[in-house]
């Protein structure tokens, strides 16, 4: 085993880390003009478009080298809610039209998306259906060359300032799995409107919305990949979402690490820096332990994404180490400033995001309950007695 980046993926990490330090703070509120600056920023370095291929635009890198691509953003930048959107545009959006789209959808839409001049959205979520993805109420009724959407979809990423949405819809209610389909859907078409920006507690760089679909008319061209395989696209999707989106939470993890030893050996009390104390080393031994084992968790399931393994073990794993261990390290960061770490800095925006992250992509008691099927522990229904 090789626990070593490449020269050339060290290179690319290192610019991104620099890129992410000077061009993208965290900013005090949130606005779609520089929002839209920032993404045309980070497309011309790249990172919009990590894991797509360069015949699409991208820079055609496999999963471990988009993860530690991500993770170095994370790093860079305190603003984690744009990592999360531009994570969620690529992995949730991207990855489905390079592994499912036609030729022509690929050369239609990829390019755009990969170069930061559009933004795209997964819709998905919506009021009734969140864990329960099946029970999605959003409908799509085929009329001749074309389907028409009606529903709503809730908790959308980029919703405000998307250019293409990504759309899952039922379009057999009576087929279950092999009843959605997904629908590549511009911003513009008549009937799709989104709401306004949500107030969250967390990751407030990145824009979330509800998106309505009032007889939306959709052309048929513009189903991805087959009528009837949308839970297909969107399995695919997540294994990339909880994988490699999470990698941005490392390098959040890391920079508030290192300032916290920074600070712990600063800071004295009682005539000796704190980070004497065993109470406060040991927490900060307890914080990286957590980084380094999710770490290497998400690095895990990355390399399994390479080898084209699609298991629900290793994303799951990784998304719920990653996202403990963010929330955690946010509150040992914070314990170790003491009355400093309850006022707005690193800290506690770390904890804030981190928080959204037990809960999107899956929330953390679904991964158990996913993980604990694959491994053959599921529930199992009795055969009914006639």
């Avoid at 795209?120 to 959003?138: K, N, Q, V, Y």
């Avoid at 946010?330 to 959204?356: F, H, K, N, W, Y």
């Amino acid at each position: 085993m090789n626990f070593d980046f490449d020269a050339d993926t060290e290179e690319m990490r290192a610019a991104i880390t620099a890129f992410a330090r000077d061009k993208l703070p965290c900013p005090d509120a949130f606005d779609p003009e520089e929002f839209r600056e920032r993404w045309l920023l980070a497309g011309r370095q790249g990172v919009v478009g990590t894991a797509v291929p360069e015949a699409y635009g991208g820079l055609g890198l496999g999963a471990v080298t988009a993860a530690a691509l991500m993770e170095a953003l994370g790093h860079g930048s305190e603003d984690t809610g744009f990592a999360f959107s531009v994570a969620a545009h690529l992995f949730a959006c991207l990855r489905p039209v390079v592994e499912f789209g036609t030729e022509e959808q690929k050369r239609h839409w990829l390019p755009r998306l990969s170069s930061g001049e559009w933004i795209a959205a997964h819709g998905i979520t919506e009021p009734e259906a969140g864990s329960d993805a099946l029970a999605l109420r959003t409908s799509a009724e085929r009329r001749g060359d074309r389907y028409v959407l009606n529903g709503g979809k809730a908790f959308t990423t980029n919703a405000p300032v998307a250019d293409v949405f990504v759309v899952q819809a039922v379009t057999d209610p009576s087929a279950g799995f092999f009843g959605l389909t997904s629908f590549l859907v511009e911003a513009g078409t008549p009937g799709l409107r989104v709401g306004r920006p949500y107030d969250k507690v967390g990751l407030r760089g990145s824009p979330t919305a509800d998106v309505y679909l009032e007889d939306c008319a959709v052309p048929a061209d513009q189903v991805l990949g087959t009528e009837g395989g949308g839970a297909a696209v969107f399995s695919a999707s997540m294994a990339w979402e909880r994988t490699c989106l999470f990698a941005a939470y490392l390098g959040a993890m890391r920079r508030v690490l290192d300032s916290t030893v920074e600070f712990a050996g600063q800071r004295e009390q009682f005539g000796m820096p704190i980070g004497g104390f065993q109470a406060v080393s040991h927490r900060i031994v307890d914080m990286t332990l957590r980084l380094e084992s999710a770490r290497l968790l998400l690095y895990r399931a990355a390399w399994g994404l390479d080898r084209g393994e699609r298991d629900e073990v290793a994303p799951g794993l990784a998304k719920l180490a990653v996202s403990e261990a963010a929330v955690q390290l946010g509150l040992d960061a914070m314990q170790i400033r003491g009355a400093l770490g309850v006022l707005s800095g690193e800290a506690e925006t770390l904890l804030r995001d981190a928080l959204p992250a037990r809960i999107f992509s899956g929330t953390n008691d679904i991964q158990k309950n996913n993980i604990a099927r694959a491994l053959g522990l599921g529930p199992k229904r009795r055969a009914r007695r006639r």
